[in-house]
């Protein structure tokens, strides 16, 4: 017979298999990262990925007249999960288990969810708009990343880590980047399926070549400040946001180098095998600079004891 504890484990991993189906389904970028991710750690990001998709299903898929209290419904399932640490919807099941044990809570959650309700209201963002539009459904998300990488190294029984602030701005730059860039690419079908404009002071219909450069020197100067933050997280973490840095570093290039107006017809995209390339670089680079690290070390502490009475 079937104990409630072997029941629970079952429906806990079942819920961790949901996320992970849903972030299969829907991105091969933030996918390959995930991959050099420790069992884990790679199970809490899928539960943050999956809950981000199901909100951004209701706003951008579903868009029913019901929208928005489908999302309050999501998010009052969210918040009482977060207090008992069990749901009906695996998703938010999986989700809550990841925040429970990680420290993210309502200082993440409740502004991704008032930017999800803002798409559902806004058509148009001016720029006070878009940093907390930007905040709440990008920056927020990624310190609950940062949040789960940091877990790797708990001890079991110690509370939450406490993020370091330089840790939690480079988690908030580089959601800022994704964001943006996706911003970028996604402008034809946010502005002609969606009736979205996101980037403010840019018309979609009419989008220049300055308001490229524009937006793209934006997202580089926020990926700047993600990549001095990368020396901060644990290896396994440094080399899966490395990897998904250096994916969208690519696509920031391709976006550059794409003519303004396919730009405002189709999303751009990088192909698999180019990014196989990309994601194999980028971990070798990450793993050659912390071998020279190793090295650093072992010769100043030969000097140390050269010098030693």
Partial sequence: MRTATTGQVLYDATAMRASALVLRAYSTSFGLGTRLLGARTRADIQAVYALVRLADEVVDTYRGPDAGAELDELEEQVARALRTGYSTNVVVHAFARTARRTGIGHAEIDPFFASMRADLTVTTHDRESYERYVYGSAEVVGVMCLRAFLDAERRPGDPPVDPDPRAVAGARALGAAFQKINFLRDLAADSGELGRAYLPGVDPEHLTRA???????????????????????????????????????????????????????????????????????????????????????????????????
Avoid: M
């Fill in 211 to 309: 308001d490229v450069r524009s937006v793209l020197e934006e997202i580089a100067g926020d990926l700047d400040r993600a990549r001095a933050a990368l020396p901060l997280l644990p290896t396994r973490a440094r080399c899966a946001v490395a990897a998904t840095t250096a994916l969208y570093d690519r696509l920031l290039a391709d976006l550059a180098a794409t003519p303004v107006e396919t730009l405002r017809s189709r999303r751009v995209r990088v192909p698999g095998p180019r990014k196989a390339v990309v994601v194999a670089r980028a971990v070798a680079g990450v793993l050659a600079d912390e071998a020279g690290d190793r090295v650093r070390d072992v010769q100043a502490r030969r000097r140390v004891r050269a010098v030693a009475p």
